[in-house]
C-alpha cells in the first residue's frame, strides 16, 4: 500500500480542515488505517482510526468529539475531518495502514509523507 496524505495548512484556531490520504494498492480496501500527529521535538501520537470496513472507529481524547475519520474503499481514500481547531493540533500529521485497526505507530506498517497542520491562535 501506497499512501499520499494532502490537505493541511495554516489555519486560525477554531476553523476547520479536511485532511485526505490517497492510497494506492489492492490490499488498501482491506487495511485498517490510522492518522497520527508528530509535533517538533515530540513522539508521533495516535489521532484516530479506522477499521477496513468502517465499522469501528477510534479516537484520541484530545480530539474526540472535534475529529472525524472516515473511508471511501471505492476511491482508495481516507480522511480526517478537524473541527474547532485549537493551537495544540498543530503537527505534521501523518496517514498510515495496517491489518487490524491499532492505536500503536508502532503496529503500523505503511506510512504517508506528511502533511503540516499549523493553527493560530
Known amino acids: 500500500v501506497q499512501l499520499q496524505a494532502s490537505g493541511g495548512g495554516l489555519v486560525q484556531a477554531g476553523a476547520s480542515l479536511r485532511l485526505s490520504c490517497a492510497g494506492s494498492?489492492?490490499?488498501?480496501?482491506?487495511?485498517?488505517m490510522g492518522w497520527f500527529r508528530q509535533a517538533p521535538g515530540k513522539e508521533r501520537d495516535f489521532v484516530a482510526a479506522i477499521r477496513w470496513n468502517s465499522n469501528d472507529a477510534q479516537y484520541a481524547d484530545s480530539v474526540k468529539g472535534r475529529f472525524t475519520i472516515s473511508r471511501d474503499n471505492t476511491k482508495n481514500m481516507l480522511y480526517l475531518q478537524m473541527n474547532s481547531l485549537k493551537p495544540e493540533d498543530t503537527a505534521v500529521y501523518y496517514c498510515?495502514?495496517?491489518?487490524?485497526?491499532?492505536?500503536?505507530?508502532?503496529?503500523?506498517?505503511?506510512w504517508g509523507q506528511g502533511t503540516q497542520v499549523t493553527v493560530s491562535s
Open positions: 498510515a495502514a495496517r491489518y487490524g485497526i491499532s492505536r500503536l505507530a508502532s503496529d503500523y506498517d505503511y
Open positions: 494498492g489492492r490490499t488498501f480496501s482491506r487495511s485498517a
